[in-house]
């Protein structure tokens, strides 16, 4: 007996894939949109964000009677600055004869501290010289050390340059003569190679004092404590832990680290001595 199909009889499969994939496309979609940030700057329509936000964030915010009331803020915290709307303008506009925003002259008093944070910072680059060519046995005391003639030295931070068998560093003065004449020591060998010194373009980060030990059992802890980069990925925390001991003495804790974007690992190993690494 012939079998006859229609074409309903192919249809009805073929919709249903349509629709199974339909599903798959809305749930990948929704699974995107969650994983999304509402409170994003970019997801704020221009009309609302020109407006002062309901609650009360951190920052300056209008009152009824025309002025500003300063919300406190934590440390870290940037802090949000809202602005009176003006009529026929959206809030966005200057009225005339106003200092700022909306009349109001606090928007200028901001600019001013603006202003006065860049050019803090800028007395601080002229303050700072960027030294290259540094020999890798060269410690940042040693550099620190050299510069000590010129004037008090504030700050010395050495960076290595992955790119370059020799490393680079910034250091900072008191006052901007001393960084004058520490460039007068461009030139000068110290280890192995001339140093170059030039007027430093930036400033020296500052440090997160979180990160900085807190008691004397966390400095005891950093003395015993050596930092190690470019560890082949295929050798173990065993074989690292037992190269140190092998050679410098026993390893009180070892944490090896490496993730899929780089192709080495970098690893922690305190020592029980002091000494032992020494």
Known sequence: MAVVETSADHAAPAAAAEGDAGERDMRDLEDLLSKLNPMAEEFIPPSLAAAPAPAPAYGYYPTNGGGFTPVASPTGHPGVVGFPAVDGLGGRGRKKGGGGFGGQGHAGKRRVNSRTTMAQRDEVIRRTVYVSDIDHQVTEEQLAALFINCGQVVDCRMCGDPNSVLRFAFIEFTDEESARAALNLSGTVLGYYPV??????????????????????????????????????????????????????????????????????????????VDFYT
């Open 196 to 273: 170059r010194v030039l007027p430093s373009k930036t400033a020296i980060a500052p440090v997160n004092p979180t990160f900085l030990p807190r008691s004397d059992d966390e400095r005891e802890m950093c003395a015993r404590t050596i930092y190690c980069t470019n560890i082949d990925k295929k050798v173990s925390q065993a074989d690292v832990k037992l190269f140190f001991e092998s050679i410098c003495g026993e390893v009180y804790r070892l944490r090896l680290l490496g993730d899929y974007h780089h192709s080495t690992r970098i690893a922690f190993v305190e020592f029980v001595m």
